[in-house]
């Protein structure tokens, strides 16, 4: 275990459908991050909170929407995906933002 | 643009070489580095880290940094079946979006028994 927790591990969802997907870090850390791992490419970052600052990738739709009540909880809102969105959805965190990011065991997320 | 190039492989090694993983990042600002090890189907996991140039060893683990070059590298001694997976190449800038960490996409490695 990393300390990075996230739910679900799987999901299954419809073009149509809500979604969220909820992770929780246990080790004090203040900055949160979301990846995208599809097969063959790089780790794409999505979104990063840190030290309250939020950044993110300009590239990823707004069919993705970040959340991050506090240092411990991140959650990232599906709605209206496509196929293509289909990857494995990795959630991490690190101290500060500069150093060393543990990941959680991520969601594999499959849309149909 | 920052990036950061590794080998895909596959990389195959019989079980007790040396397998040797590379990498090269273009943002000549970086200044931490990362390797994590990634199995089949699961997350990313953290092996070594390295700030400074030189050779950082931890176990049959050694992580090389070149800043000069911008080349970072990872000797697995004494390979072992165990080890096959996907490593993952990581660096972070220092200011601004470059804090954060890009990923390199990764070099299968495979040790035969």
């Known amino acids: 275990e990393t300390g990075v927790t996230q739910t679900p591990r799987h999901l299954v969802m419809g073009m149509t459908n809500k979604k969220s997907l909820k992770c929780e870090q246990h080790?004090?850390?203040?900055?949160m991050y979301w990846y995208k791992q599809s097969a063959k490419k790089p780790l794409e970052l999505m979104f990063v909170?840190?030290?309250?600052?939020?950044?993110e990738n300009n590239s990823v739709p707004s069919r993705f929407s970040p959340e991050c009540p506090n240092s411990s909880h991140l959650f990232l809102h599906l709605h209206t995906l496509q196929p293509e969105d289909s990857a494995l959805y990795l959630c991490?965190?690190?101290?500060?933002?500069?150093?060393?990011?543990?990941f959680g065991q991520g969601t594999r997320l499959t849309v149909v | 643009q920052k990036e950061v190039e590794q080998n895909s492989g596959p990389l195959s090694v019989p079980e007790g070489a040396i397998a040797s993983l590379n990498c090269t990042y273009s943002?000549?600002?970086?200044?931490?580095f990362f390797w994590y090890r990634q199995y089949s189907g699961k997350s990313p996991e953290l092996i070594m880290s390295?700030?400074?140039?030189g050779d950082k060893e931890d176990g049959r683990f050694t992580a090389q940094l070149n800043k000069a070059s911008q080349y970072v590298s990872l000797l697995i001694r004494d390979s072992q079946p165990s080890d096959s997976a996907t490593y993952l190449c990581?660096?972070?800038?220092?200011?601004?979006?470059?804090?954060?960490?890009?990923f390199g996409s990764g070099t299968q490695l495979t040790v035969l028994p």
């Open positions: 990581a660096v972070r800038g220092t200011s601004g979006s470059a804090r954060q960490l890009t």
């Open positions: 390295i700030y400074s140039n």
């Open positions: 943002d000549r600002g970086s200044q931490s």
């Open positions: 080790l004090g850390h203040n900055a």
């Open positions: 991490a965190s690190s101290q500060d933002g500069a150093t060393k990011a543990f």
């Open positions: 909170y840190s030290l309250e600052e939020r950044v």
